[in-house]
C-alpha cells in the first residue's frame, strides 16, 4: 500500500489556474456563422495554426508553443461544438483527416461518463480479464460519486455502494482467487483477506454516520483491490516487436517521485508528485524515461512550459532537443506507441487516425488531470526522446472520451498524489530530483548501468 505524499504549503490550498486554450460555444458559433477559419480567428481563441510551413516542434517547449495545422484547428472547432452544444459536425471535405467519419463516431466516444480518476484508469488497464474483481472494484470506485451528495445523505448511498461491494465478493471470491497467477496467489489472497475485513469496517463507518471517515477507507479499499489485480498478471503479456527489443524497456509498472521546487508562490514551497509508470501498455516509453531517471536527466532541470494546458519539461540545455546517447553521440528517440482497447500489443509509429482507428478507444487515455505523455515534432510521430508534458485536465479542447489528442501522442503514465498541484507549478520551478520509488526490477536494456 503506498504511502501519502504530502506538499509543503503556506497560507490556505491551491487551486487550479484558468487555461488559456479555451473554446467557449460563443467563440465556437462566431467562427462558424461567419466561416472565418482562418489564423486570425483561431489566433484570438489562443490556438496558432500552419497551413504550409515548415515542421515546427510540436508539444516542445515553450518558445516554439503549441501549434496545429489548420485542417486540425477545424476539426477541433467542430468537435468542441458538437460536444458541448449537441449541434450536428460540420461537413468538412473527406481529406481532412477523414473528419466525417471521425465527426460521426463522437457518439461513440463519449457513449458512458469518463472515468477520471487516475487510480481506475490504471486498474482498467491491467492486463487482465476477470468480470468477478471488476464488480467489486465499482461499486467501491462509485463511493466517490456518493459522497458529492452534500450531508450525511450521502451516506444512504455510500451504504449502497458498500453492501453491493461485499456481495460481489463474497460471490465471486473463488473466480478471483483463480484468475490470480500462481506465482503471486499467496499476496492476492492475503490482500483479499484484508479488502474483505475492510469493507466490513467501512459498512460500519457509513452506518454509524462517519462521513470524513469514508474517503481515506475508500482509498485503502481500492489499493487492496489494485493490489489484487495486479497479481493477476503473470509475467508481461507480449512481444515487443524486434526493432525496438534493444531499447531500455519497462515490462510492467512503476512508480516514481518528483519532488519539484516551487519558486515566486507564498502558498507552496515545493511538492513531490507521485507518478504511476505504466510499461504494460507502453514498455518502450515508459523505459525511456525510467532509463532517463536513473541517469538523473531530470534532477535540477526547470518547468519549462506552464500555461494551464500542459506542463511540460525535458528540453536539456544546448542545441539538442533530446537526450543524447554518450555511447552513440546521437538524440535517443523513440516510436509513437498507442495500445488500443482489445489489441495485445501497441500500435507503433502511426496516429491512430493515420491506421483509420477513429472508434478505437486507448488503453491509457488523456482522461485524468495529471496524464503523462511524451512530447514529440509534429510531423515525425517517432521523434520522441526525453521531453514530458502532463495534461491539465480543464480545456475544453481535451474533453473526457473525445479529445485532440488520444492516439496522437504516447500516453504512459499518471500523477497518482498531489495531481491538482501540477496546475499551480510555473516556468522556472526546478525539479530537484525524480527517484524511482518501486518497479525498477522491470527495467530490462538498462542503457544507464552502460554508459552512465
Not at 465527426?103 to 463519449?110: K, R
Not at 457509513?206 to 481515506?216: H, T
Not at 504512459?412 to 496546475?423: I, K, P, R
Request: aromatic content about 6%; hydrophobic content about 35%; glycine content about 8%.
Amino acid at each position: 500500500m503506498s504511502s501519502m505524499i504530502s506538499c509543503h504549503h503556506f497560507a490556505s490550498p491551491i487551486t487550479a489556474t484558468t487555461p488559456k486554450l479555451g473554446l467557449t460555444p460563443t467563440n465556437c458559433f462566431r467562427l462558424l456563422k461567419t466561416n472565418t477559419l482562418n489564423n486570425s480567428s483561431f489566433r484570438q481563441l489562443g490556438i496558432r495554426c500552419s497551413s504550409q510551413i515548415p515542421p515546427q516542434s510540436h508539444l516542445h517547449n515553450e518558445q516554439k508553443g503549441k501549434k496545429f495545422s489548420l485542417k486540425e484547428c477545424a476539426i477541433t472547432v467542430a468537435l468542441a461544438v458538437g460536444l458541448m452544444t449537441g449541434v450536428p459536425a460540420l461537413g468538412w471535405s473527406g481529406n481532412a483527416y477523414a473528419a466525417n467519419q471521425a465527426f460521426s463516431d463522437v457518439s461513440v466516444l463519449i457513449s458512458g461518463p469518463p472515468i477520471k480518476d487516475p487510480g481506475a484508469l490504471l486498474r482498467y488497464a491491467l492486463p487482465i480479464n476477470n468480470k468477478a474483481i471488476r464488480e467489486v472494484q465499482k461499486p467501491l470506485e462509485d463511493i466517490t460519486e456518493s459522497l458529492k451528495v452534500s450531508g450525511v445523505k450521502a451516506l444512504d448511498s455510500v451504504e449502497r455502494n458498500v453492501r453491493q461491494a461485499s456481495r460481489s465478493l463474497k460471490q465471486g471470491k473463488n473466480l478471483i482467487v483463480s484468475g490470480l497467477a500462481e506465482s503471486k496467489k499467496q499476496h492476492g489472497i492475503e490482500l483479499l483477506d484484508k479488502l474483505e475485513t475492510g469493507i466490513e469496517e467501512l459498512q460500519q463507518i457509513a452506518e454509524n454516520r462517519e462521513r470524513d471517515a469514508v474517503a481515506p477507507k475508500q482509498k485503502e479499499l481500492l489499493q487492496y483491490v489494485s493490489g489484487v489485480e495486479e497479481d493477476m498478471v503473470d509475467g508481461f503479456p507480449y512481444e515487443v516487436p524486434e526493432e525496438y527489443q534493444n531499447l531500455p524497456l519497462l515490462k510492467g509498472r512503476a512508480t516514481v517521485d518528483m519532488k519539484v521546487k516551487v519558486k515566486d508562490n507564498p502558498n507552496l514551497d515545493e511538492c513531490v508528485f507521485r507518478i504511476v509508470l505504466d510499461g504494460y501498455n507502453a514498455p518502450v516509453t515508459a523505459g525511456n524515461f525510467i532509463d532517463l531517471v536513473q541517469r538523473r536527466f531530470y534532477n535540477g532541470m526547470e518547468i519549462q512550459r506552464a500555461d494551464g494546458f500542459v506542463v511540460q519539461t525535458g528540453d536539456p540545455e544546448g542545441p539538442a532537443e533530446g537526450f543524447i546517447d554518450p555511447s552513440t553521440e546521437k538524440t535517443r528517440t523513440i516510436p509513437l506507441e498507442i495500445m488500443v482497447e482489445g489489441e495485445k500489443v501497441p500500435f507503433y509509429g502511426e496516429t491512430l487516425e493515420e491506421l483509420g482507428l477513429y472508434k478505437a478507444q486507448t488503453k491509457l487515455p488523456f482522461n485524468a488531470f495529471g496524464t503523462m505523455a511524451m512530447a514529440r515534432e509534429e510531423f515525425e510521430n517517432n521523434s520522441a526522446s526525453s521531453q514530458v508534458f502532463w495534461l491539465l485536465k480543464e480545456s475544453e479542447l481535451t474533453p473526457s472520451n473525445a479529445n485532440i489528442l488520444d492516439g496522437r501522442y504516447a500516453v504512459f503514465g499518471y500523477v497518482t498524489e498531489n495531481e491538482d498541484l501540477l496546475a499551480d507549478l510555473k516556468v522556472g520551478d526546478v525539479i530537484e530530483s525524480i527517484q524511482v520509488v518501486s518497479g525498477l526490477d522491470n527495467l530490462v536494456n538498462p542503457s544507464y548501468k552502460i554508459a552512465g
